[in-house]
């Protein structure tokens, strides 16, 4: 009997994690659903400023040190291959199509995911929600649509922050430590880039955007247990959204490629 232990355990986390997939599945059905009908203006205004211009200070200096750290690693590593020149060309492609849009995202999911879990958590834990019902408003519409636009439109603006922010790391790098000459380093940045590489990463920004402020909402919104299950929720909802966001990535990075 014991014998079947280990494959029963894994049968009941595979069927956990089916389970949780088609919940996931199904908030974000009635999310889109949500979209159609009353809109919340003043809290998707306030949303904006808390998800977005909030979270400038950290996703700019996350992506400064980023873009500086990559110089100096693509400079070691090409130097072994004599291709130092290289460093421009590939600090600005990493940035836009990579780095820029995931490293944004994963900010956001452990800045804004954490917070609104924690916020629609402590509003299920007191009854808010419920009285939201009592009024006769949709919390969907009221507390969740809300989040996800502003996330999606947000993280894009904020993706292009932080890659100007990290391509100018690399560039102080770049002429401070490695000796290149100023004009080079941009001309060499410009040259490399493409529509393309700007557009896709916009529109991973978007998906991540999605990704990370439904998470946050679905884990708040089902959040069980007063401040411990409040905290769970918070720690779940940074979870899963950067698992979502590194399998999104992959996705849209073979389908872009």
């Not at 402590?122 to 969740?144: F, K």
Request: a neutral charge; charged letters at 10%; glycine letters at 12%.
């Amino acid at each position: 009997m014991t014998v079947f232990n280990p494959v029963r355990a894994l049968g009941r986390g595979v069927l956990s994690l089916l389970r949780s997939i088609g919940a996931i599945a199904i908030f974000a059905g009635h999310t889109v659903q949500a979209v159609i009908g009353p809109f919340f203006l003043g809290q998707f205004t306030q949303q904006l400023a808390r998800i977005g211009f909030l979270s400038l200070p950290v996703v700019g200096l996350t992506a400064l040190f980023t873009g500086a750290a990559l110089a100096l690693n693509i400079y070691v590593g090409g130097e072994r291959f004599n291709a130092e020149s290289f460093v421009p060309n590939i600090v600005a492609l990493g940035i836009v199509r990579e780095l820029g849009p995931v490293i944004a995202a994963l900010m956001l999911a452990g800045r804004v995911s954490s917070g609104i879990a924690a916020e629609i958590g402590a509003m299920r834990a007191t009854e808010q929600i419920d009285a939201l019902h009592t009024l006769t408003i949709d919390p969907m519409r009221y507390l969740v649509v809300p989040r996800v636009l502003a996330g999606i439109v947000v993280l894009p603006l904020l993706v292009l922050v932080a890659d100007v922010v990290g391509i100018f790391g690399g560039f102080l790098v770049g002429i401070t430590t490695l000796e290149f000459d100023p004009t080079v380093y941009v001309r060499n940045s410009a040259d490399i880039l493409e529509r393309w590489d700007v557009i896709s990463g916009l529109i991973k920004a978007a998906v991540f955007g999605f990704l990370l402020t439904l998470m946050g909402c679905y884990h708040g919104y089902h959040a069980q247990g007063g401040a411990q299950g409040v905290g769970r929720a918070a720690t779940h909802a940074v979870v899963s959204a950067a698992m979502l966001i590194f399998a999104a990535n992959f996705i849209l990075t073979s389908m872009f490629v």
